[in-house]
């Protein structure tokens, strides 16, 4: 069994972007419609809940029947965890005369909150008549099979999970949902083949790593179950810093370091996509508007949006005063590019106001490569190590110079001192480590280094540093495990997907 994964947007919250048609709803006050057009915008694109809901509020003490309203309150009720108030104003809402599109979603909600209050029987009654409104609904279908499983019908769960797909062949929860039927009725292969496919779809999903590491188990596939477990437990540790983080915002919507720090949180895990939509958050506050800008130009940069990277790189420049961040950004635009000469100004302003920028200083070497060759490269880290003798990133980028020269006594020397420096500079750990294997000189050194580099920041490449050091210590199931977790983080690189095949190929023979 391989395991991998592929990109996919972010897990959506509580959506309040819906298409309400009532047979009858009453005209407002233009006070009371200002207001619930407000609290729509504020709860489907700032997910400011608690805010949403007084205006919500203001326009059911103007009109308690208004349709529209009362749902939406709902559905915040329900993003905040407040299910009986939710499970209240849904109920209310069934009788407030609703067009049957409209009644079809409040059952499916109504469904959503008895599942989570425990209340099976209620959900499926609101689902059966969800369905019977929506026949070819794949989420509906889906939560009923969740509803049969909570009740222990495997047979019936798995017919609806089967169904789910039949009608959304991408739907994650009947994926989900199979590989927990089929691990229970003992069929361990075909669990791990469907949290396989839940995790492609979304590979930050906990639930879907912890069903295929005890699935993996269950096969007596020790390495691979290892490596899941150890995905199953950073993604069960990161939905919860984001739960909790989301659970103040719900409280302190406008706390612009929160905001960062859930943006920074989504960034650090490589989520782009919730990055992005936290940074956009961020951005509305005055006090964390440059910055969130600067790291969505950053994100859209990396992700090879050069078009929006410039655009949020203009609204950066606009939000404040000369940043050494932006000016490096801009630098970072210019390399994408190939614009040496404006890239080069560009990093020269941001050291000019932040002289030890690190991100400044390797785009400065990037330019001076580009355009003159390893010399004046050379000459900028130089003049870099004069500047801040003491930089981490420094005394990485030095031993890396010396190890393309082949001088691999100093370059490890040089990136030792760099580790020496900054423990947390996991991408130096990182390459010192695969120089320890490559020359065979310490792989126990290597193994420690990469083995402290996943702990504090589980990368890619540190499990295919793994991956090449468990093959030089001959134990290629684990190596195959490793550089099976390196392409589920990133499955659009070619080259450890071959890795995967010639580690498969060696294990075969």
């Known amino acids: ?52 809901l007084e205006d919500f509020r203001y326009v059911l003490a103007e009109d308690a029947t208004h349709a529209p309203a009362v749902v939406s309150a709902a559905q915040c009720h329900a993003a905040l965890g407040e299910l009986e108030p939710a499970r209240e104003l849904y109920t209310q809402a069934l009788t407030l005369g609703l067009a049957p599109a409209s009644v079809f979603t409040v059952r499916r909600e109504l469904g959503k909150v008895g599942l989570r209050q425990g209340e099976f029987a209620d959900a499926q009654s609101h689902l059966l008549a969800a369905q019977r409104l929506a026949a070819d609904d794949a989420e509906v279908t ?141 951005a509305a506050q005055d006090e964390t508007r440059q910055t969130a800008y600067t790291n969505i130009a950053l994100l859209r940069l990396a992700g090879g949006n050069i078009a929006q990277a410039e655009e949020a790189l203009r609204a950066a420049s606009t939000a404040g005063g000369e940043d050494a961040a932006v000016h490096a950004a801009t630098g970072e635009l210019h390399s994408a590019r190939r614009d040496w000469q404006n890239a080069t100004t560009s990093y020269r302003a941001a050291l000019g106001l932040a002289p030890s920028m690190p991100m400044a200083w390797v785009g400065l070497m990037r330019a001076a490569a580009m355009t003159g060759g390893r010399a004046p490269a050379e000459a900028v880290l130089d003049e870099w190590l004069a500047a801040d003798p003491e930089s981490s990133p420094a005394w990485s980028e030095r031993g890396l110079l010396d190890y393309r020269d082949g001088k691999h006594d100093t370059a490890i020397e040089a990136i030792e001192k760099a580790v020496a420096l900054d423990p947390a500079n996991h991408e130096a750990a990182n390459n010192l480590a695969w120089i320890y294997a490559e020359t065979s000189r310490d792989l126990n050194r290597a193994r420690e280094l990469v083995d402290g580099a996943i702990a504090s920041a589980p990368s890619p490449s540190a499990y295919d540093t793994l991956a090449y050091i468990e093959q030089r210590m001959g134990n290629l199931p684990a190596a195959l495990a490793a550089i099976e977790r390196a392409a589920a983080m990133d499955p659009r690189n070619a080259e450890y997907r071959k890795k995967q095949d010639e580690i498969r190929r060696a294990i075969e023979q």
């Not at 083949?193 to 590979?203: G, V």
Request: hydrophobic share 45%.
């Open 142 to 282: 889906a939560l009923l099979g969740d509803v049969y499983q909570k009740r222990g019908s495997l047979t019936l769960a798995i017919g609806e999970y089967t169904r789910a797909l039949t009608l959304d062949t991408e739907m994650r929860a009947a994926h989900v949902g199979l590989a927990s039927a089929r691990l229970t009725l003992g069929n361990a292969e075909d669990a791990a083949e469907h949290a396989q496919a839940a995790i492609n779809l979304d590979p930050y999903d906990p639930d879907a790593w912890y069903i295929a590491a005890r699935a993996l188990t269950k096969a007596g596939m020790r390495e691979q179950a290892r490596a899941a477990l150890t995905s199953y437990t950073t993604m069960r540790a990161y939905a919860r810093d984001v739960e909790a983080m989301s659970d103040s915002l719900g409280r302190e919507p406008g706390n612009a370091a929160l905001l960062q720090a859930l943006a920074d949180r989504h960034a650090g895990m490589g989520n782009v996509d919730a990055a992005i939509a936290a940074y956009e958050l961020a």
């Open 1 to 52: 069994m391989t395991f991998t994964s592929h990109p996919h947007a972010v897990r959506a919250a509580a959506a309040l972007l819906l298409a309400w048609v009532c047979v009858c709803v009453h005209a407002l006050s233009p006070e009371a419609q200002r207001r619930y057009e407000r609290g729509s915008e504020t709860a489907a694109h700032r997910r400011q809940y608690r805010a949403a």
